[in-house]
């Protein structure tokens, strides 16, 4: 059964710690992505990763890092730099490359829900 | 920078009515259009795109949505809503070949009463 799992779905974290939200694919994709929900504010783009061992910085980096070092996983670290980090976070995939059209559509995971207390 | 705006914030419609949700975007090259439906307490998933072709496309439920170039618009559309309608709806936008990014709207509440 193919798909992104993300994990925990929900997750607490004390103010000043650093923690780290997972995210997995077994859809065989390249590119891999985390975005941040907010009401009202739609999602908004972290980082993105077009293959293994790179990554890009998306519109709203500060506070947060990735790595990849597999093709099917993407974790997402909320550092204690970030200032606002209760949000929902959806980890996505795409086929990537250059071609465009269906290599663009990006499938999302089921999301984590950050809460800072 | 490029944008994608979606007017309606808020939508509240009886079953039965017809739907029409606003996109218009800001990119002037070619894109690839989407538009993501989250259900309550569902995975983002995607509900049709638009990437060449027919500007009419047509999605899953029902749906259907008309790319008009001129206007930079890309609105969602459905004649008969019903109360599984329920749900926040994104439109998302992005530059066909040179980027992944996906740009999203802000979204739209949908409440369909029944």
């Known amino acids: 059964d193919g798909g992104i799992t993300q994990s925990p779905k929900y997750l607490f974290r004390k103010e000043g710690q650093n923690v780290t939200l997972s995210c997995e694919q077994n859809?065989?994709?390249?590119?891999m992505y985390w975005y941040r929900q907010d009401p009202g504010q739609g999602l908004r783009l972290i980082y993105y990763?077009?293959?293994?061992?790179?990554?890009q910085k998306g519109d709203i980096a500060e506070g947060y890092s990735v790595s990849r070092e597999k093709k099917e996983s993407f974790p997402l670290t909320v550092t204690s730099a970030q200032k606002n980090p209760t949000a929902f976070y959806l980890c996505?995939?795409?086929?990537?490359?250059?071609?465009?059209?269906?290599?663009?559509?990006?499938?999302f995971g089921p999301g984590t829900r950050l809460t800072v207390l | 920078a490029q944008s994608v705006s979606q007017h309606n914030h808020h939508v509240i419609l009886s079953e039965a009515a017809s739907l029409e949700l606003g996109c218009n975007y800001s990119?002037?090259?070619?894109?690839?259009l989407f538009w993501y439906v989250q259900y309550p307490g569902q995975h983002l998933q995607l509900l049709l795109k638009?990437?060449?072709?027919?500007?009419l496309v047509k999605g899953i439920k029902g749906f259907e949505a008309e790319f008009i170039k001129s206007k930079f618009s890309f609105n969602l559309r459905k004649p008969s809503v019903q109360w599984s309608d329920t749900a926040e709806y994104f439109c998302?936008?992005?530059?066909?070949?040179?980027?992944?990014?996906?740009?999203f709207g802000s979204g739209t509440r949908l409440l369909v009463r029944p």
């Open positions: 996505a995939s795409s086929k990537g490359g250059t071609s465009g059209g269906t290599y663009n559509e990006q499938f």
């Open positions: 859809l065989n994709h390249d590119a």
């Open positions: 990763s077009q293959i293994v061992n790179d990554f």
């Open positions: 990119y002037g090259g070619t894109v690839n």
């Open positions: 638009y990437f060449s072709g027919d500007p």
């Open positions: 998302a936008v992005n530059r066909a070949g040179s980027s992944y990014k996906l740009i």
